[in-house]
Protein backbone atom coordinates (compact mmCIF):
# COMPACT_ATOMS: atom_id res chain seq x y z
CA UNK A 1 0.00 0.00 0.00
CA UNK A 2 2.82 2.18 0.50
CA UNK A 3 3.89 2.25 -2.64
CA UNK A 4 0.60 2.88 -4.23
CA UNK A 5 0.52 5.87 -1.55
CA UNK A 6 3.97 6.94 -2.37
CA UNK A 7 3.02 6.78 -6.60
CA UNK A 8 0.07 9.22 -5.67
CA UNK A 9 1.67 11.64 -3.29
CA UNK A 10 4.29 12.31 -6.05
CA UNK A 11 0.76 13.69 -8.82
CA UNK A 12 1.15 16.92 -9.72
CA UNK A 13 -2.37 17.60 -8.96
CA UNK A 14 -2.85 21.78 -8.38
CA UNK A 15 -5.59 21.25 -5.33
CA UNK A 16 -5.24 20.02 -2.07
CA UNK A 17 -7.81 18.68 -1.50
CA UNK A 18 -8.50 17.06 -5.01
CA UNK A 19 -5.27 15.14 -4.24
CA UNK A 20 -6.10 13.84 -0.76
CA UNK A 21 -9.21 12.65 -1.34
CA UNK A 22 -8.23 11.80 -5.11
CA UNK A 23 -5.73 9.11 -3.32
CA UNK A 24 -8.31 7.36 -2.55
CA UNK A 25 -11.51 8.47 -3.92
CA UNK A 26 -12.67 9.39 -0.56
CA UNK A 27 -15.05 12.27 -2.29
CA UNK A 28 -18.55 12.33 -2.10
CA UNK A 29 -21.01 11.67 -4.68
CA UNK A 30 -24.50 13.44 -4.90
CA UNK A 31 -27.33 10.54 -5.03
CA UNK A 32 -30.88 10.41 -5.07
CA UNK A 33 -33.27 8.01 -5.43
CA UNK A 34 -37.27 9.30 -4.73
CA UNK A 35 -38.14 12.24 -3.20
CA UNK A 36 -34.78 12.03 -1.08
CA UNK A 37 -30.93 13.24 -1.75
CA UNK A 38 -28.12 11.96 -0.30
CA UNK A 39 -23.94 11.62 -0.83
CA UNK A 40 -22.08 8.37 -0.86
CA UNK A 41 -18.54 7.83 -1.68
CA UNK A 42 -16.64 7.03 -4.79
CA UNK A 43 -16.58 3.31 -4.80
CA UNK A 44 -13.69 3.71 -7.38
CA UNK A 45 -10.91 3.39 -5.72
CA UNK A 46 -7.70 1.39 -4.30
CA UNK A 47 -9.28 -1.44 -2.26
CA UNK A 48 -5.79 -1.65 -0.43
CA UNK A 49 -6.01 1.94 0.15
CA UNK A 50 -9.55 1.84 1.57
CA UNK A 51 -8.90 -0.96 3.94
CA UNK A 52 -5.74 0.74 5.58
CA UNK A 53 -7.87 3.87 6.22
CA UNK A 54 -10.67 2.00 7.21
CA UNK A 55 -8.63 0.49 9.86
CA UNK A 56 -7.04 3.38 10.95
CA UNK A 57 -10.26 5.76 11.43
CA UNK A 58 -12.23 2.33 13.16
CA UNK A 59 -8.32 2.16 15.24
CA UNK A 60 -8.63 5.92 16.26
CA UNK A 61 -12.56 5.45 17.57
CA UNK A 62 -11.35 2.76 19.87
CA UNK A 63 -7.89 4.11 21.40
CA UNK A 64 -7.98 8.19 20.21
CA UNK A 65 -10.22 10.28 22.93
CA UNK A 66 -9.85 12.90 20.47
CA UNK A 67 -11.63 10.97 17.86
CA UNK A 68 -14.40 9.60 20.42
CA UNK A 69 -15.02 13.16 21.58
CA UNK A 70 -15.52 14.15 17.90
CA UNK A 71 -18.02 10.90 16.79
CA UNK A 72 -19.82 11.82 20.05
CA UNK A 73 -20.41 15.71 19.17
CA UNK A 74 -21.36 14.69 15.88
CA UNK A 75 -23.74 12.26 17.06
CA UNK A 76 -25.15 14.85 19.17
CA UNK A 77 -25.54 17.08 15.82
CA UNK A 78 -27.60 14.55 14.35
CA UNK A 79 -25.47 12.73 11.92
CA UNK A 80 -25.66 9.09 11.49
CA UNK A 81 -22.77 6.93 12.18
CA UNK A 82 -22.14 6.49 8.11
CA UNK A 83 -21.81 10.29 7.46
CA UNK A 84 -19.70 10.80 11.00
CA UNK A 85 -17.24 7.82 9.61
CA UNK A 86 -17.27 8.71 6.23
CA UNK A 87 -15.98 12.31 7.27
CA UNK A 88 -13.37 10.73 9.26
CA UNK A 89 -11.94 8.91 6.43
CA UNK A 90 -12.00 12.21 4.15
CA UNK A 91 -9.65 13.55 7.50
CA UNK A 92 -7.49 10.68 7.46
CA UNK A 93 -6.82 10.59 3.50
CA UNK A 94 -5.64 14.05 4.29
CA UNK A 95 -3.54 13.51 7.00
CA UNK A 96 -1.75 10.33 5.09
CA UNK A 97 -1.45 12.55 1.69
CA UNK A 98 0.02 15.20 3.10
CA UNK A 99 2.60 13.07 5.21
CA UNK A 100 3.64 11.00 2.51
CA UNK A 101 3.85 14.25 0.28
CA UNK A 102 6.40 15.61 3.26
CA UNK A 103 8.31 12.58 2.66
CA UNK A 104 8.13 12.37 -0.92
CA UNK A 105 9.68 15.89 -1.71
CA UNK A 106 12.61 15.87 0.73
CA UNK A 107 16.15 14.60 -1.68
CA UNK A 108 17.24 11.65 -1.14
CA UNK A 109 20.34 10.65 0.71
Known amino acids: ?25 KSAIEYSSGRRTSRRLNR ?3 RQANAALHRIVFTRLRCDP ?14 TR ?4 RCLK ?14 STDPPL
Open 1 to 25: MRSRILRAGKSTTSSKVVGSTGLTR
Open 44 to 46: GAD
Open 66 to 79: RTQAYFERRTQQGK
Open 82 to 85: REII
Open 90 to 103: RYAAREVFNLVRMV
